[in-house]
């Protein structure tokens, strides 16, 4: 089957990647000339290494391409799948202009091709938005009626950046929402080959479950984030209580890491647009304002901590490990460093700070801190650290790094360290959440 993906970037190239594995011939439309030329010689737009791996073997063996020209990819395909960026606005709301500029290159080709194809909006869009804006937009350019001489679906999608490729051949549902019934049994046969429940419904339906996902997810975050701050408060590690809770099935295990709070393309975008979305129907989420807000504050907990050992900060020279907005990508969306950083100065600290993989996308952002080529070198001559991003190599730190310090002192802003190993090497460990156990 040939499948057109417009939009190489995460979303876009992991689907892309994933039907190619199933034997697909896939073609990637991006408006970006940069991505596709390097989509064109196997290397991914970001790091993610398995998924390069697999870009490499198909693009070598000829079943997937990428291109510029949206309109001719359309042409030639029977599933268009429709993966560009859905950015917030400074409102919350999000920015529909490029699935509206693709939606119109999906008109056009339509116009001209006489075969039944599948349309498959993917990107994350607030509910109503396939139905009454991509499909009267593709009826009116392309002058055919969808469910008769086209099929309109929505697809969203569910994978984690870092996981993307495995997220993609083994999620844990695949949600199809259909206008016709055709589109959607031709979607699902698509699928078929990948082992997961499938859910049929309509595209308000499909929509709205991404958004109920991804608020979820940032709920149960700002969740551990308000125990894990009662916690320290209270003398109690707040590692074990999560861990107890989630135990019990009904809550959950997973997503209960506490931290400097929840960063990413999606997770904040997400719960915003769902806010802004309820809004326009006069629904207030007290909910989504009160996550949003435990969120806002978990940096400020972070220095909070770095405070109460280092004291003021005015003057204090101060390392930050991980720039990422998680451990493990190079990707500085909606990072926890931005707002941390800009404190750490506000309250007249000397920023420096290491990521092993995202420095050149950060310093693109804040190019005034200084930058150090390792975690080691961050550390040196430091007066306190605080972990941002949850890189294994920050486990590694011991004895040797902490000793250059000139005030030993570590805030683990993810709860990634373990904290008898950081005082074991000689140096003072605070974490969100953390206070030493007693009677273990
Ligand atoms: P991205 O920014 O990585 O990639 C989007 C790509 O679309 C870019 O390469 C851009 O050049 C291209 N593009 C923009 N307008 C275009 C047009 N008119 N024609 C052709 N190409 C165009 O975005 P992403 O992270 O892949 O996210 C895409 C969507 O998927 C968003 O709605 C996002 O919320 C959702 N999503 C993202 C993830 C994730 O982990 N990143 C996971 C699930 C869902
Ligand atoms: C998130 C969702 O997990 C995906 O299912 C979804 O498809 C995607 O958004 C999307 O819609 O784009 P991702 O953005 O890759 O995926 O990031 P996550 O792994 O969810 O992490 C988001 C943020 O939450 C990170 O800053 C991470 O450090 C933080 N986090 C995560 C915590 O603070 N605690 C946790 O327990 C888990």
Redesign the pocket.
């Known amino acids: 089957m040939k499948i057109c993906v417009i939009g190489a970037g995460y979303v876009g190239l992991a689907t892309g990647v994933m039907f190619g594995k199933l034997g697909h011939e896939v073609v990637c439309a991006d408006i970006d000339e940069s991505r596709v030329k390097s989509v064109n010689s196997g290397r991914l737009p970001f790091h993610e290494p398995p998924l390069e791996k697999e870009l490499k073997r198909l693009v070598k063996a000829g079943s997937l391409r990428a291109v510029t020209d949206t309109r001719g990819a359309v042409r030639d395909c029977k599933f268009v799948f429709i993966c560009v960026q859905t950015p917030s606005l400074p409102s919350g709301r999000i920015d529909i202009n490029p699935v509206k500029a693709a939606t119109r290159e999906v008109g056009r080709a339509l116009r001209r091709s006489e075969d039944y194809k599948v349309i498959v909006m993917k990107s994350?869009v607030v509910p109503g938005t396939t139905d009454s804006v991509v499909k009267p937009m593709l009826e009116r350019l392309s002058g055919r009626k969808c469910g008769v001489h086209f099929g309109l679906c929505m697809n969203p999608?569910?994978?984690?950046?870092?996981t993307a490729l495995e997220d993609s051949m083994e999620p844990a549902r695949i949600v199809v929402g259909s206008e016709d019934k055709r589109s959607g049994d031709l979607l699902a046969a698509l699928y078929r080959p990948v082992k997961a429940p499938k859910v049929r419904t309509d595209p308000r339906s499909a929509e709205m479950i991404k958004y109920a996902?991804?608020t979820f997810?940032a709920t149960k975050?700002s969740y551990?984030n308000e125990i894990a701050n009662m916690c320290e408060r209270f003398g109690i590690d707040s590692e074990q209580v999560l861990e107890a809770a989630g135990m019990d099935p009904r809550i959950g295990r997973l997503?209960?890491?506490p931290?400097l709070?929840?960063?990413?393309?999606?997770?904040p975008k997400?719960v915003r647009a769902l806010r802004d979305r309820a809004r326009s129907e006069g629904y207030r989420s007290r909910l989504l304002d009160a996550l949003l807000a435990i969120n806002e504050g978990q940096p400020v907990e972070g220095i909070r901590l770095l405070e109460k050992a280092v004291g003021p900060l005015r003057g204090k020279r101060i390392a930050v490990l991980g720039l990422a907005?998680?451990g493990g990508v190079d990707d500085i969306r909606e990072t926890?460093a931005v707002p941390l950083v800009t404190e750490l100065m506000a309250r007249g600290a000397r920023v420096v700070a290491y990521d092993p993989m995202a420095m050149d996308n950060f310093i693109s952002v804040m190019p005034t801190i200084e930058y150090a080529s390792s975690a080691a070198e961050c550390l040196n001559g430091a007066d306190g650290c605080i972990v941002q991003a949850d890189w294994p190599e920050f486990k590694r730190l011991g004895r040797k790094e902490f000793s250059k310090m000139t005030n030993p002192v570590v805030v683990d802003g993810?709860r990634c360290l373990d904290p008898a190993a950081v005082e074991k090497a000689g140096a003072r460990y605070l974490g969100i959440g953390y206070a030493p156990g007693r009677g273990k």
């Not at 999608?157 to 870092?162: N, V």
């Not at 709070?261 to 997770?267: M, P, V």
């Open positions: 994350t999608e569910f994978l984690q950046e870092g996902s991804n997810l975050i551990a997503f209960l890491r931290g709070g929840f960063g990413g393309s999606c997770l997400d907005f998680k926890r993810r």
